[in-house]
């Protein structure tokens, strides 16, 4: 079976676990390997502020609480999404508006954002599909124009930029995921982007269970106790072990993934150029890298066609997501407005297997298959 995914270690993992346990004697969070995966995301990439957390959902969860949204309070999220991107503010109460995607990419159209701004639109939450940026000036200018918090979801768009600025450094927020499935792992895990300095302290004590316990340990609180809200956000110094080994080889995992990508690329421009499908877009003001490789079939019975035609040669390519505005959930609670583009993507979008260690002839036998 060739899988949709499969995990990349870069041999090290095991190496830095074991000088967590044995070396430092730190097992639970915020220890040397915290520390050091932090200062990198921050030095590298230039977030005012990063930490780590259990998930990304556990970041967008931070996020949504650093927002301080009231109940009723309205958050603009695109429908054609993971389910945390807009879980996270529906816990504090907040009532979800569902954008529609472009009919160019899954990524949130910029253009209709402005006429589903009311009142009571507190966030905007674009979500870089694919890492594949949205257009982050146009959203940028309405949360300027109308006094908004941009939560950019970055879980997909790690070492991804936007007009040369990374994702992740351009709204106020933001939320990263190091899942198996991601470009860089560490089995489960994510981070929290800090880049306006009004959220640093409060986001620290909302990750420390609701304590100033970090300022304590820098020495700038003789002693800590509860200030706020908050939960057990950050991960154990096993997981930023892990994670430690992923960053160092970085460069390296995302030059073999990006080969593999423009492989695929360059094989199935001639079917694209036929009409059999779409490939992904990448806008001007976008870099790719090289998260998934999709492709848009023309219907639903397409794409279950080619499904089962690649599964009939042990090849698992998934579809995505399914629509959040007319999931069993929330469909009573949407404004029964209709996003076409999102439900079309729902139906039509395929994932190809997309993984490090996948070989170069896999993808040409994959090709082939398509092809026929």
Known sequence: MIHFNQPHLTGKETEYIAEAVLKNGKLSGNGEFTKRCQRFFEERFG??????????????????????????????????????????????????VFADSMSRNPNIDADQIEALITPRTKVIVPVHYAGVACDMDKIMALAEKYNLIVVEDAAQAI??????????????????????????????GGLLGI??????????????????????????????????????????????????AQLESMDEIQDRRKMLWNEYAHLLKPLADAGRFTLPDIPEYATNNAHMFYLVLPSLEKRTELIRRLREEDILAVFHYLSLHSSPYYADKHDGRRLPQSDRYSDCLVRLPMYYDLELETVRQIVEIIAR
């Open 47 to 96: 977030f005012k502020k990063c930490l780590l957390t259990t998930s990304c959902t556990d970041a967008l969860e931070m996020a949504a609480l650093l927002c301080d949204l009231k109940p009723g309070d309205e958050v603009i999220v695109p429908s054609y999404t993971f389910v945390s991107s807009a879980l996270a503010f529906v816990r504090e109460g907040a009532r979800i």
């Open 159 to 188: 070492d991804s930029y936007y007009k040369g600025r990374p994702l992740g450094t351009i709204g106020h927020l933001s939320a990263f995921s190091f899942h198996e499935t991601k470009n860089i792992i560490a089995g489960e």
């Open 195 to 244: 880049n306006d300095e009004r959220f640093i302290r409060r986001s620290e004590i909302l990750w420390e269970k609701g304590t100033n316990r970090a300022e304590f340990f820098r020495g700038e609180v003789n002693k800590y106790g509860w200030c706020d809200i908050g939960s057990s956000f950050l991960p154990s110094e096993l997981t930023a072990a892990f994670l430690w």
